[in-house]
Structure formats: C-alpha cells, structure tokens
C-alpha cells in the first residue's frame, strides 16, 4: 500500500509543506495553514506540470515571431495601459479596493466591445444579474450582444461557452468562482490556483480575451496566492482613493507591452471615463502658499505635472513625526538628514508631512529637488512661484543629478505656461523657458 502523502499549505500566499506550521514562513501570516487531501494536491501537480510538455530546444533565430493583433476598447486611457487595445487570448487580472470602479469600468469596456459586434460574457458571482441590469442603465451599457451570467460554478460557465461563441469575457470577481471538482471553499488558494488555470487555457484554445476582477488585501496586493499573478498575461491595479473623483490604473504586468504606463479615469455619474486634460489635473494654479512646489514625472511616456505639498510645524512631543502620502518615507527621511546635514536647517525638532496631490504615488527619484524645495519653503514660510519646476535626483553626497527625459518634461512644462525650471544640467534641445543650474543642494538657498 502506497504511504499516504501530507501536504500543508498556506491559504495566504500558497506556500506548500509536508509539516503544519503555526506561521508561514514565506509571508509571515499566523495560522494559516490548512491540510490538502489527495485531490487538491493532485490539481497543484497537473497545474505545475501542465505547460512542461517535452520539447526539443531550437535556435532563437529559427523561431517565428508571433504577430500580436489588438482591437480598441474603445476607452482611450485603458488602451494605453493594455499596450495599444485587448489582446485576443490575454488573460487580464484588474485588482483594486472596494468602489474603486473595477465592476463599472469593466462593464462600460464590455458594452464598447458588443457596440463593435463582438459577443461579450460578463459573468458575476457577487451580484444579481437584475443588480448588473440597474448598473447597465445608469452607464447606457445596453447591448444586444452582451451577455449577463449569475454564476459562481466554473462548470456551467464552460457549459455557456459551448451554446455560443464570445470574444471577451469579464470574470466579476475570481475569489467568488469555484469549481465543482474540488473540496474547498471558494476563495482559497486551491480554488483559485485551478479556476485560474482553466480560463487561462480557455484564453489560448478559444482565442478570447478574459478580464478577471480580483479582491485586495488591506496590504494592497491581490487577495489570494501569488501564483494568480504569475499566470495571468497583464496585472493591472488601481490606484487613489474611492472617495477621489479621480483614479489612476497602472500596470505592473504586461506581456504585450509596457509595464510602466498608467491610465487616468473620471468618475461621473455615467460611470469610470477616460479623464480628460489629464495635464493640468495634478496641480493647483491658485494663489500661491508657502509648502507648495511643482515637479514632471514620467509615468511610462507620459510627463505628468504634480504639486508636492509640505508641510512643517513644531513638534511637541520627544519624537517627531514623519508621514508622506504618496511618496517613500524611507527616502523623505533621508531628504531629511540631507537637509540637516548639508543646509543646517534644524528639522529634529519638527514634524513633517508630505503629500502628493491627485492620489499618484511617486515611484523615481525625480521629485527629490521638488520635496526638498517644499519642505524649506514650508520651514521658511515663504511661497514658491507656480511658474517653477523642481526636477532632480537628490544624491547621499548632497548632489543634484539629471534624471532621464529632460526635454520632454520640459517640453510639457512649457505646454501648461511655466516659465521656470531649477535643473541639474543644462538641457540639449534649446528650450525658451528660463533655466537655473542646481547641481548641489547647497544653491537651492541662493536660489531663494
């Protein structure tokens, strides 16, 4: 008789092994693991060992490339994000926090897809199909090719795909699906490692395009294991606040593309559109305030002007605060230090805040000049000039260094009427915008 296999695996991040464990040492959740029986360790075999068919290697150079057709969804900002439009056989994970638009923008992509003539499933567990009906009428969603399924089994979704032929689906959401050939609850790892795997080769055999809505944990990643955004082909996440009219949606995972773009959607009241004059959406022309300092970030191709704001009181306590909203508060501390090293200016005894405006979290070094220029002017209570711009990496040494698409980020500057810029280097294309030269942290205080 065959010595029974026992395998323990956490229902946090799917981390496998043969001994119970009180917390995951993969990603630190406390009791969280649960026994697999034979069936559920049976789907992580063929799962894993699915795509592993022998082949013989060939030359790169032998191999053809495959042309990757898209199609617009018709929606301006999510194109952009996707690489250009949906790929035909992508499968899609969409993730975001509660309200945030997923359901909404999903369904107003799908309607767009059927105005084209293309069948469209959308398929939810979490609501009822007269719930989507009352949603479809407020977005003017109505299409005789969409196609609503209530439906959280996986099987009588596959059974719907046998009665018609579709061109894109939207799984709302992928915690709720599960399928009838294993044990476990919907929503845990094992439910969800499989019914992933399923759509996925319904993608590639069927050639259909399948978004998959996704829970979020309070941490802000995907609820459920890892192995769900490894198998999908794009990950997309939104990013800002539900009460926010704006949201931002970025890749973080595209097959057929570019990770680093971002797409900016409006909430109104005919649903999640592509917003429009997203340039000047970032910052404030008001009266000009003290704490107060533009930048030009890239976020994938496009420049984005954003307004830094901070702000600096007295601390009365014996340990002073340090929060930023949009922005790495390891590296404000560091600005911090810098600040008091190299420009004497006594921060330890204050508190210091730091937001981004427009929900967007900063992720290059490009605004270091900008939040170092909004601390002081905070500090000193003296305003900054809306026509400014600070661009510039901050180094440990007190160096300022020229970060990559100057010209460009100048260039979109000058398109929303600024006529300043403080700068590492002088740019290569002339520019009519006045120009300063920072190269150190110490010629900000000349430049005030």
Known sequence: MAKK???FECQHCGFSTPKWM?????????????????????????????????????????????????????????????????VPGSLTLIGGSPGVGKSTLLLKVGSNIASLGKNVLYVTGEESAGQIKLRSNRLDANRDSLYLLSEIRLEQVLIELEHRTYEFIIIDSIQTMYSESISSAPGSVTQVRQITFDLMRIAKEKDIAIFIIGHITKEGSIAGPRVLEHMVDTVLYFEGDSSQELRILRGFKNRFGATSEIGVFEMRSD????????????????????????????EGSRPIILEVQALVSESHTSNSK???????????????????RKLEIPLSGYDVFINITGGIKITETAADLAILAAIISSFRDRAISKETVFIGEVSLVGDVREVYGMDVRLKEAMMQNISKALIAKKPLEKTKMKVFIVDEVTKLLEWY
């Open 22 to 86: 009180g917390k995951c040492t993969n990603c630190g959740t406390w009791d969280s693991f649960i026994e697999l029986n034979q069936h559920q360790q049976d789907v992580i075999k063929n799962t894993k060992s699915a795509s592993s068919a022998s082949q013989k290697a060939i030359s790169i150079n032998d191999i053809q490339e495959n042309e990757v057709y898209r199609y617009s969804s018709l929606d301006k900002e999510l194109d952009g994000v996707l690489g250009g439009g949906v």
């Open 5 to 7: 296999t026992i395998l």
């Open 322 to 340: 340090r929060q930023a909203t949009g922005f790495d508060t390891n590296r404000l501390n560091m600005l911090l230090a810098l600040l008091e």
């Open 271 to 298: 649903g999640l559109v592509s917003a429009t004059d997203v340039a000047s959406r970032f910052f404030s022309r008001n009266s000009e305030q003290s704490g107060s300092a533009l930048t030009v970030v890239m």
